[in-house]
């Protein structure tokens, strides 16, 4: 055997080291990787709402984070779902995050095949004016000896997402308008 | 120590989907669309971007009705899964809560774990690299692990509203599933249990109306025996042997450079000495 220097030497056991590693016997770097992702709904603030597409009314938890919905899911403490939700109601997130979602109101002027788009003032006050020209151009007091004191020539149509209190006070202000069809969208 | 598993009891399943898009709204995958087949089934099959499917299996009844066969389908998690066996990255790895994962780090898109899943479930998808090229990895199920790490259930089995998919310690899914069974053995004669032992268990397993066969699946799914040859006899050797080559001729190198040195001076060769420095 021939005599090994102190450098060779070395040498020697860098080259072991090297070869070791190569032949798999280092760490294991999956589980660093594993630790370092954040948990999607970490951190993350939560809304509860109702789902507003039938008349169950599930209550679903909106996970919002920087300002954008990264999850819902099923209200787990909601008497009426207990955590679970239908595929419609799963996929509420996208109510928001559609690139078809319709942020502002439209109009659609008569005989106009285009939409374009108005402010909420605007749209509110062309609704009011117009019920209340419907309302007072088409208003009956009286019918065969009856007084009726309704309209027929406007509706109402209600939506699931609306509350007990709510459809309360959308049922006060349509009778007092004097309409007779008032509907509501859960039933249809 | 303690496996997990989830029981899937089709019985009991209207067939609503939720768990489809549940488990999209939770992994942010992408709308897939595909061709009308023709029925109320949406996807054929699980595929890279969509994880799981429900099934919807026109089914008629031994007294000439007709009945519906809903199946929620995903990776079946085997306890000794074929993709683990042949991924020649090391990608694919047991997760602490029974699941089969995919290191989407590892994963080069060979897609052999594509050709050798016994259920045709695992599939390639897209994905765009920090360069901007698109390029393919595997993708599945991950059963929400990252979910069940923090005392989570999976996202499929938080939403279904009929309890027809159930997350728990195995022992006792397994005891759940035989009651279940009970129950649908009332209305489903042929009611059973999937749990194909030609793949060490599935830690997602059925409590099934009728024969698997009846539901398009494999009656005995096997890990392909080349997958078995390569993964616990010619891997386990070809890396000793490997091992063995490596040093062997990193070795002989080293000593070669080391002990012929003189040699080389006296042929003048200065080049070796400045690399060496």
Known sequence: ?188 | MTTYSKLVDVTVCTGCRACMVACKNWNDLPVETQAYSGGYQSHEKPTGKTWNVLQMKEHETANGGFEWLYRHSACYHCADAACEKVCPEGAITYGEFGSVDIDQEACVGCSYCVYNCPFDIVELADYVTEDGDVRQRAQKCTLCEDRLQEGLQPSCVDTCPLDAIVFGEREEMLKLAEERLEKAKQFFPNAQIYNPPGVGGTKMFYVLADKPSVYGLPENPEVPTSAVLWKDIAQPAGKALLGVTMMGVLTGYVTNKLFNKGEHHEEGGEVDESKHG
């Not at chain 1, 003032?121 to 009856?146: C, H, P, Q, Y």
């Open chain 1, 1 to 188: 055997m021939m005599e090994l220097s102190r450098r060779q030497f070395l040498k020697l056991s860098g080259a072991t080291a090297a070869t070791l590693a190569v032949v798999e016997l280092g760490f294991d770097p999956k589980k660093a990787q594993a630790e370092s992702n954040e948990f999607k709904i970490a951190h993350s603030e939560v809304t509860p709402t109702i789902c507003p597409y039938c008349s169950v009314g599930c209550g679903i938890l909106v996970h919002v984070k920087d300002g954008d919905v990264v999850y819902t899911e099923g209200d787990p403490d909601h008497p009426i779902n207990r955590g679970t939700l239908c595929p419609k109601g799963n996929g509420i997130r996208q109510l928001y995050t559609s690139e078809k979602r319709v942020e502002r109101p439209k109009y659609r002027a008569p005989g106009s095949t285009e939409w374009e788009e108005v402010d909420w003032d605007w749209a509110l006050g062309r609704i009011a004016e117009n019920v209340k020209k419907t309302r007072d151009e088409s208003f009956v007091v009286e019918e065969d000896g009856m007084t009726v004191n309704h309209t027929e020539a406007i509706a109402n149509l209600g939506g699931a997402a609306l509350e007990n209190e709510e459809v309360y006070m959308i049922q006060k202000l349509m009778r007092g308008l004097g309409l007779t069809y008032i509907e509501h969208q859960a039933r249809i």
